[in-house]
């Protein structure tokens, strides 16, 4: 009798840690709103969960985020070796790092890594057209053509005074700011879906050409 046990390879761990960083984050964010007084999602930035109360969940998921995506990094270096992609996404992880590290009562460095986030992972994801050419991959680098531009034309309503009730196309920056951090959530966990399903289905033809020369 003989157990079939799947080797863990690489892309099985980036889409462990493209699963375990976003929905971590998603999950303190939405138990920060629940706790933090007065909060309202629409007008606040994310980042002011990460000041009073609420600031050990917040700080801490965001730098976890960071972690994942660094390690990530890694892995993705070894699986795939393309250098630009695996440059791009370890930026990302560690400006998502400083994020949680600089709090928003911590500026102008808090700013800075929250701006870079957008930018770099946007241009990942763009990137990972380098991967391979599949009708997924080209969607995930739509997505982060989107981004990119959602971030630049949402620009000056992400720089606005925390009190600042000013409105675009009828959202605030609360608003528009969950637009683009979901937006690209959405598109790494997809990503880490992606490389896990392909792994699991390689695995499988590689099981049945094995079993095909055994006959």
Same mark, same amino acid.
């Given at each position: 009798m003989h157990l079939n046990i799947k080797k863990i390879n690489n892309r099985d761990i980036i889409g462990l840690l493209l699963l375990i960083g976003p929905i971590q984050f998603i999950l303190s964010v939405l138990i920060a709103e629940g706790i933090a007084i007065n909060y309202? #999602?629409?007008? &606040? &930035? *994310?980042? #002011?969960?990460? *000041?009073?109360?609420t600031a050990p969940i917040f700080n801490l998921s965001v730098m976890i985020l960071g972690l994942c995506m660094i390690a990530c990094a890694y892995f @993705?270096?070894?699986?795939?070796?393309?250098m630009i992609p695996s440059i791009l996404l370890l930026i990302t992880g560690m400006c998502a790092f400083g994020v949680g590290l600089f709090p928003e009562n911590i500026p102008p460095y808090h700013g800075i890594f929250t701006g870079f986030v957008f930018l770099f992972a946007a241009i990942f994801l763009i990137s990972s057209i380098k991967i391979e050419k599949s009708p997924f991959i080209v969607i995930?680098?739509?997505?982060?053509?989107l981004v990119l531009i959602s971030s630049f034309i949402l @620009?000056?309503?992400?720089?606005?005074?925390?009190? #600042?009730?000013l409105r675009f196309l009828g959202f605030m920056k609360g608003t528009l700011e969950r637009f683009i951090i979901y937006l690209t959530l959405t598109a790494f966990l997809g990503l880490g879906g992606y490389l896990s399903r392909k792994t699991e289905n390689g695995m499988k033809l590689e099981t049945y050409h094995r079993n095909q020369l055994k006959s």
């Open positions: 309202n #999602s629409a007008k &606040y &930035y *994310v980042s #002011s969960l990460g *000041v009073g109360v @993705f270096q070894k699986e795939y070796n393309k995930l680098t739509l997505l982060g053509v @620009f000056p309503y992400l720089g606005l005074e925390i009190e #600042s009730e």
